[in-house]
């Protein structure tokens, strides 16, 4: 086997280049990709190494030798410990720029896409505070006393937080007063945690919060806290309970209602979405309505014309599409974002819109047999992609203009390819930062069939 050029547990000095997905600096040991946590690129720095594989290596920064021009104090006092966030020591303006280059790069690396245009990561105004879902995991301590946070790097174990910049502030406030509201004895102690971890969903138009408690089995305090907490913040206006399903609190059950409202409504670009405590909706207000405006942009519907919306959440591209439309089809798999959907559209006065509560990559390929078309088709699958028999569906459905959306630009990249593969080059990506201070990015990209493009040309 032929030796590496680093080990691990060796410190080697590195000059730190770019940015990689995940929000790793990569800097080169005699020609060895070194993956470095808590780098900036443009720093010098000792990178202790944590991990050898055949082709790359993983490290962490140990002290700055000479700072990026990028590199900036982070505020929050978590941060290094935490891995809910990435970048905070990196300028915002400098996260945007790698954001940037991380879309191009998967277009070109994983799409073999190089001649896609490419636009300037739109920014956020507020790249703080802007979260508007928080998923805590709960711990308990040694004297019995509950803290909620997050993940450290790398790790399982949660880190305790005093703060938190991502989420709004009253999600904070939420996990505050859960710490203090629930008595230690409740808890079921350390061996046995009953509360292992709390969503808060905030509408930022509301100023109003829902609560679900994941929980192991269903523990007696979950009323009593229920009330405590509706009396102690009173922009809580629901509070919801779900029972753990997997190993980790994220894989939980539907949630159930407590007490007060099952969901909320927020006003994002001037439309009014009812949105449930078990739906998706993009993670910040303020640039899903960027979102919502250059999807509306890009399909460019007309009266006579068909829309589907493929993974559809609440309606959240739908339905602005839709009251330009002749007809709007929504496909989604959850229940609750489908009730949602369908109470939006009757909410807007929308009666073209039909939500069909189904896996897409199963109904699809039936609607392609039938013969169904489209001539507009949007779709914002999950951070795995669509993936090929979507892409093939989608093709099949013959539409003017495909608007793909992606939280993944490696599964972006991979089925954008695809789609140009089927006839359905890409002309324009548009990254936006919904997730500042983390490594990841929402982009959108147009897709237009072959003879149109060729026409545009
Ligand atoms: C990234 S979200 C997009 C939602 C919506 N477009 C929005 O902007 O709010 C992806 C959505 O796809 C749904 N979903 C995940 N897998 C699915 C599948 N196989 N078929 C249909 N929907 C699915 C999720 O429930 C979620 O609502």
């Known amino acids: 086997m032929a030796e590496r050029p680093v080990e691990k547990g060796q410190t080697v000095r590195l000059r730190l280049d770019s940015l990689a997905v995940g929000g790793e600096a990569v800097g080169r040991h005699e020609g060895m990709a070194v993956f470095t946590l808590l780098g900036c690129p443009g720093d010098e720095a000792e990178v202790e ?5 055949r082709r790359f290596a993983r490290g962490i920064v140990r002290s700055v030798i000479e700072p990026s021009p990028d590199r900036v104090d982070p505020p929050c006092p978590h941060f290094g410990d935490c891995g809910g966030c990435q970048l905070q020591h ?23 896409l190089t001649d896609v245009e490419v636009g300037e990561t739109a920014s956020m105004d507020e790249p703080w505070r ?3 879902r928080a998923q805590y995991s709960a711990a308990v301590n040694e004297s019995g006393e509950l803290a909620l946070g ?4 790398h790790a399982h174990e949660i880190v305790a937080l005093t703060e938190c910049e991502l989420q709004h502030p009253l999600s904070e406030r939420i996990r505050t007063a859960i710490e203090r509201l629930l008595p230690p004895t409740d808890q079921g102690g350390r061996e046995r945690p009953l509360l292992l ?13 829902l609560i679900t408690l994941v929980c192991e089995g269903q523990p007696a305090f979950v009323r009593p806290l229920a009330d405590a907490l509706t009396e102690d913040v009173s922009e809580v206006a629901g509070v919801l309970f779900a029972r753990r399903r997997g190993r980790a609190a994220v894989h939980r059950s539907p949630a159930e209602l407590v007490m007060g409202e099952g969901h909320l409504l927020e006003e994002v670009g001037g439309h009014t979405y009812r949105v449930s405590a078990d739906s998706f909706f993009q993670t910040s207000p303020v640039q899903a309505a960027r979102a919502i405006e250059l999807v509306r942009e890009w399909a460019d519907i007309g009266p006579g014309d068909t829309v589907v919306d493929l993974y559809s959440g609440v309606g959240t591209f739908l339905l602005p599409l839709a009251g330009r439309a002749r007809r709007a089809f929504g496909v989604e798999a959850a229940e609750s974002a489908v009730s949602d959907g369908k109470a939006n559209a009757r909410a807007w006065g929308l009666r073209n819109v039909t939500f069909y509560q189904r896996n897409v990559e199963r109904v699809l390929p039936r609607w392609v047999e039938r013969g169904r078309t ?4 949007v779709l914002d699958p999950p951070r795995k992609g669509a993936g090929p028999i979507v892409t093939a569906s989608v093709a099949k459905l ?3 203009r495909i608007v793909l959306v992606s939280c993944d630009p490696a599964t972006l990249a991979r089925d954008l390819k695809h789609l140009a593969e ?17 490594w990841h990015v929402e982009a959108a990209a147009l897709c237009e069939r072959q003879a149109e493009a060729d026409g545009a040309a």
């Open 49 to 53: 190494i944590t991990e050898v594989s």
């Open 90 to 112: 990196v300028s915002y303006e400098a996260q945007l720029r790698h954001k940037t280059a991380m879309v191009r790069d998967a277009l070109q690396r994983i799409g073999g």
């Open 130 to 132: 802007y979260r508007n």
């Open 150 to 153: 997050f993940a450290r790097f």
């Open 197 to 209: 971890g709390v969503e808060t969903f905030v509408s930022f138009s509301a100023g109003r919060a």
């Open 374 to 377: 489209a001539d507009v088709v």
């Open 398 to 400: 013959q539409p003017r």
């Open 422 to 438: 089927l006839g359905y080059p890409c002309a324009r990506v548009q990254p936006i930062d919904m997730f500042p201070q983390t």
